[in-house]
T-cell receptor, first 110, second 115 residues
Framework: DAKTTQPNSMESNEEEPVHLPCNHS???????IHWYRQLPSQGPEYVIH???SNVNNRMASLAIAEDRKSSTLILHRATLRDAAVYYC???????????FGKGTRLHILP | NAGVTQTPKFRVLKTGQSMTLLCAQD?????MYWYRQDPGMGLRLIHY???????AKGEVPDGYNVSRLKKQNFLLGLESAAPSQTSVYFC??????????????FGSGTRLTVV
């Protein structure tokens, strides 16, 4: 399975932008980069995904490196409700499953 | 709301008892999955299904069985519960792997304690 590497934890101040990094040096050309987050006591929820170009949605932005070996999830203005574990995952074309790593635990300081 | 529904939400079992966890989705997804999550850990894949009548093993399949008799339902069974199976169980569904631009939808989890 294609693997990703994320920092174990990060801290950010409330109302400031947060940049969550992810390395995926073994990514293949057709693999999609997906981000999920898991709020305390809840199931994971989809955040955003991309292939080559940067992506924006109402929750976050995804910046993908030109060589696609890394990506960054950007929360433009963190709130206390953004405190969660964020998972960066590669969805491999035609693969039947995704394997989760340990993700990055994001702490938001008031 | 459309999505993935898990029942029950909580359950306490005695060692050796059996039970079935039910997952239902109404999004017409082909693929369904069962994960477990232990305290402070990430999710680990138990079993998954790529369509009605199919099942496959994930990372940690021992001690569990699954069935997918209907497209919308995926059942996870514990034949003889053990304390090591105390965990939070999450069900998820998705479009097929040949559609990697679609995400997974997760249920809210079943918290199982085996005493």
């Amino acid at each position: 399975d294609a693997k990703t590497t994320q920092p174990n934890s990060m801290e950010s101040n409330e109302e400031e932008p947060v940049h969550l990094p992810c390395n995926h040096s073994t990514i293949s050309g057709t693999d999609y980069i997906h981000w999920y987050r898991q709020l305390p006591s809840q199931g994971p929820e989809y955040v955003i995904h991309g292939l080559t170009s940067n992506v924006n949605n109402r929750m976050a932005s995804l910046a993908i490196a030109e060589d696609r070996k890394s990506s960054t999830l950007i929360l433009h203005r963190a709130t206390l409700r953004d405190a969660a574990v964020y998972y960066c995952i590669l969805r491999v074309n035609r693969d039947d499953k995704i394997i989760f790593g340990k993700g990055t635990r994001l702490h938001i300081l008031p | 709301n459309a999505g993935v529904t898990q029942t029950p939400k909580f359950r306490v079992l005695k060692t050796g008892q059996s039970m079935t966890l039910l997952c239902a989705q109404d999004m017409n997804h082909e693929y369904m999955y069962w994960y477990r999550q232990d305290p402070g850990m990430g999710l680990r894949l138990i079993h998954y299904s790529v369509g009605e009548g199919t099942t496959a093993k994930g990372e940690v399949p021992d001690g569990y069985n699954v069935s997918r008799l209907k497209k919308q339902n995926f059942l996870l069974g514990l034949e003889s519960a053990a304390p090591s199976q105390t965990s939070v169980y999450f069900c998820a569904s998705s479009y097929p792997g040949r559609k990697p631009n679609y995400g997974y939808t997760f249920g809210s989890g079943t918290r199982l304690t085996v005493v």
